[in-house]
């Protein structure tokens, strides 16, 4: 598809759509099967797509979006990042995440902020409700995007500690400047930590679908403490089964990417949809 083409389907998608995700690449997106469903079930009329933008592109396409008549646009990969500059106006959540997951168009204006935070907190409120971060020590393994979102969603949340730990140490030390407070640790030191922390949160992409397990030997966790992994696929992963054996609570990763997506949803629409039974267990069965 040369650059001319690319633009029209650009043009052509966000003139049809109500909301989309954009991303690259972005046909295996679940984002469409959620906020499709939430649309129904509010009787809201209109269809959220996805739109595949490359990289070099998005500059146009977010002229292309501003001027369209959608209500929003959720972004992913590789765009989260790049989109702190292409809006109009950035909130102070996206600007600490270092990321734009969601973005409203108003006006010809681009608003852009960030619900993954959200996400993460509110997927441990409901997978274990009585966990209150207050004064509890994490631990959080890995420094990449995800990692900004979970370390200011439990920074906001109160929690007393985290411990950083990322292969890449250096990568660690450069998060851990934006958010002070967070103490870096080795990777190597992971197992000896174990047994101090009340939360251990793996934002690796290890346990995927495809990538190696993450080898954690969780023998000196304490069953006290609740785990949970933001890798959904699948949904559980041998952290999560050696730490249910352990006798802790775990949390599983899909809940992160349905409650980002229930309060975009709420920021566009001004109705906060639920989150049921059916969807996850529909989510689930598309793993
Ligand atoms: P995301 O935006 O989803 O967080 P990312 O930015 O690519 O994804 O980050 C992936 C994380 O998984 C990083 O913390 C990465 O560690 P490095 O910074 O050292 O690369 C971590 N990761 C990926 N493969 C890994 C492996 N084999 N062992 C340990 N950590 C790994």
Same mark, same amino acid.
């Given at each position: 598809m040369n650059t001319l083409d690319e633009t029209d389907d650009i043009s052509a998608k966000a003139h049809a759509l109500t909301a989309a995700v954009i991303g690259h690449p972005i046909a295996h997106s679940r984002s469409p099967m959620i906020h499709n469903r939430w649309l129904a079930e509010e009787g809201l009329a209109g269809q959220y797509g996805v739109i595949d933008i490359l990289p070099a592109a998005l500059p146009a396409a977010c002229d292309i979006l501003r001027q369209s008549p959608m209500t929003g646009f959720n972004a992913t990969l590789p765009h989260k990042e790049m989109l702190l500059d292409l809006c109009d106006e950035v909130d102070a959540t996206a600007r600490a995440i270092g990321a734009v997951n969601t973005v409203s168009v108003r006006d010809g204006r681009l608003y852009g902020t960030n619900t993954d935070a959200f996400g993460f907190m509110e997927n441990l409120r409901q997978g274990a409700p009585e966990f209150d971060p207050a004064g509890k020590t994490a631990l959080v393994l890995g420094a990449g995007g995800a990692a900004r979102a979970v370390l200011f969603g439990l920074q906001a949340a109160g929690i007393g500690q985290i411990l950083l730990l990322n292969r890449t140490?250096?990568?660690?030390? /450069?998060? /851990?400047? $934006?958010?002070?407070?967070? *103490?870096? /640790?080795?990777?190597?030191?992971? *197992?000896?930590?174990?047994?101090?922390?009340?939360?251990?949160?793996?934002?690796?992409?290890? %346990?995927? +679908?495809? *990538?190696?397990?993450?080898?954690?030997?969780? %023998? %000196?966790?304490?069953?006290? $403490?609740?785990?949970?992994?933001?890798?959904? &696929?699948?949904?559980?992963?041998?952290?999560? &089964?050696?730490? /249910? $054996?352990? %006798? +802790?609570?775990t949390v599983t990763g899909l809940g992160m990417l349905v409650y980002q997506a229930q309060k975009a949803f709420e920021i566009w629409f001004g109705v906060r949809p639920a989150v049921t039974d059916e969807l996850i267990k529909t989510l689930e069965d598309s793993l």
């Open positions: 140490r250096s990568k660690a030390e /450069a998060l /851990a400047e $934006a958010f002070p407070g967070v *103490q870096v /640790a080795e990777w190597a030191a992971r *197992q000896a930590l174990l047994k101090d922390v009340q939360l251990l949160v793996n934002t690796t992409s290890l %346990g995927m +679908c495809g *990538q190696p397990d993450l080898e954690l030997d969780l %023998g %000196g966790v304490s069953p006290e $403490a609740l785990v949970t992994d933001l890798v959904y &696929n699948p949904l559980q992963t041998s952290l999560l &089964n050696h730490a /249910a $054996a352990k %006798g +802790c609570q």
